[in-house]
Structure formats: C-alpha cells, structure tokens
C-alpha cells in the first residue's frame, strides 16, 4: 500500500524518536522514505517536503555524515531560497531571502555544518545570516505586537 502524508508525518516523528535513543541508522532509514513520499505527494518544494530534507540533514549528521547532512541541509535552503544550486548557495542568500523561521533553521544548519568540516569562514558567513535574520525577523514580530496593541488600546479609548 503506497504511504499517505498523514503516515509521512508519523513516521517522521518516530524518526526523531529513533534519533533520541540513539538508533540513528533507523530513523535515516525513516527518513529516506519520508523525503520519498513527500516528494511524489507534494512535490519538491513544499514546507513539509523541506522539513523533511532538514531532518534527513539531522540524522546524517547523527550518523557523523557531515557531507551528506551538508548535502540535505544546503538542499533545504536553496528549496527555500529558490537559489539556483549549491555551489551559489553563500552569494544567493540574502536577508531579504531568509525572513523565514525554517530558512533561518536550515542557514544555520548548514553553517553549523560546515563548521564541522572545518569551513569555517564560510561557516561564520552564513551563522552570522542565520543571525541577522533572527533578529530581523524579532524586530518584525515586536513591531507588529506593538502595531496591534497600539490598535487595541486606541479602540479602548473610543469607549
């Protein structure tokens, strides 16, 4: 019987739980399967097809991979980015592209990655995006906390 997204979603949660207690060729295993399906049912870019890509990075990662969870993780920024391939991944990536919570996720992912290959330059440059992009992304949820009370409080006084 061919997988539903629904049982995608189920079975990347126990891949994560695999990852926990320390089973991680088991939850690769999952996960593989997971970015399948995703893909046929979803397509390449969907939100959950890159969630999945980021998990696949986590369990490479936990398997001591770090090519391969590079591969994943840099897979899921460019899907996210809309970059044009791996190799323009530093140059493509601008703040204005990284607003997103799961892009700034992915960026760091793949920094910390590169760290770990011993890029570090590279590492730095994207850690420090990954970064700007938080705190770009904070001063926007601030400001629209603040426009909203604002709002609220105005409409108090109308009473």
């Excluded at 997988?3 to 320390?22: D, F, K, N």
Aim: some cysteine; overall charge negative; glycine content about 6%.
């Amino acid at each position: 019987l061919p997988h539903s997204i629904q049982t995608a979603t189920i079975m990347l949660e126990c891949a994560e739980v695999l990852r926990y207690i320390g089973k991680p060729s088991k939850a690769l295993q999952l996960v593989l399967e997971v970015v399948d399906i995703r893909q046929q049912h979803l397509g390449d870019h969907h939100h959950q097809t890159i969630i999945a890509l980021n998990q696949l990075g986590a369990a490479y990662h936990d398997l001591g991979d770090f090519k391969k969870a590079l591969e994943s993780y840099s897979l899921a920024v460019v899907r996210q980015t809309g970059a044009l391939g791996e190799s323009s991944l530093v140059l493509a990536l601008s703040l204005d592209q990284i607003g997103a919570r799961e892009t700034i996720a992915s960026l760091s992912n793949v920094g910390v990655t590169l760290f770990q290959l011993g890029k570090i330059e590279e590492a730095q440059r994207l850690i420090e995006q990954a970064l700007a992009g938080c705190e770009k992304d904070l001063r926007s949820i601030v400001a629209q906390r603040s426009s909203t009370t604002f709002h609220a409080l105005a409409g108090q006084e109308r009473l």
